[in-house]
């Protein structure tokens, strides 16, 4: 099975970069966009709690804290913590990588930055992608899923749109309504007995 995994992602690798549109480079990379005062609590966070641990010694937690509220950018609140979490704990995802899942598994969720565009692949597997709590890089995100007997999973909060492009079709995913102007997320597949999920939140009751 790892063998066939291995061989998957390779194929997986070589179909996604042949359909691949150029992208734009004229957006900041995530590790360059500006990191706000939610972020810098949710680092500080961890540094405290990995001193009252004993992690870090009072010294190190001061030298970091000085750093985190001097820090403008994301990608250096997020080297504050590489050492103190696993890679799936951590407060900040600036990870770009395509998701990819062959027969496993895979999520992307937490406080991630979104690329204007993200290329997921399922084969026998399934993807999950959390933008409950994302930062959107642009306000129309590209997913270019390639699913073949697998799945794509997508949890979105309020006031984000998804929509489904497959031969030159577009269909809406999303039930609840949506301001003009939202966010939207479209997903291009190339689908091969593949599924795509949408959860939203519940439905907010209504008062009269």
Do not use: C
Not at 84 to 107: M, T
């Amino acid at each position: 099975m790892p063998k066939l995994q291995e061989v998957g992602e390779r194929l997986a690798e070589e179909f996604v970069s042949a359909r691949k549109p150029q992208t734009r480079s004229d957006l900041p990379q995530p590790h360059e966009l500006r990191a706000s005062d939610a972020d810098r609590e949710r680092i500080a966070q961890v540094l405290q709690d990995a001193h009252a641990d004993g992690r870090l010694q009072l010294d190190e937690l001061e030298e970091r804290l000085g750093v985190l509220y001097s820090a403008r950018t994301l990608g250096e609140l997020a080297a504050l913590t590489t050492d103190l979490l696993p890679a799936d704990q951590q407060p900040l995802n600036l990870d770009g990588r395509p998701v990819s899942a062959i027969f496993k598994q895979e999520k992307r969720g937490g406080r991630w930055v979104v690329p204007a565009e993200v290329d997921v692949t399922a084969m026998f597997g399934t993807t999950k992608l959390d933008f409950r709590d994302a930062i959107l890089q642009n306000r129309r995100i590209v997913i270019n899923a390639t699913l073949v007997f697998g799945g794509l999973e997508i949890h979105v909060p309020e006031g984000l749109e998804v929509i489904r492009v497959a031969k030159d079709k577009t269909v809406r995913l999303t039930k609840q309504p949506t301001e003009p102007g939202a966010p939207v997320i479209e997903v291009r597949t190339t689908n091969f007995a593949g599924e795509i999920k949408v959860k939203e939140p519940p439905r907010r009751k209504r008062r009269w």
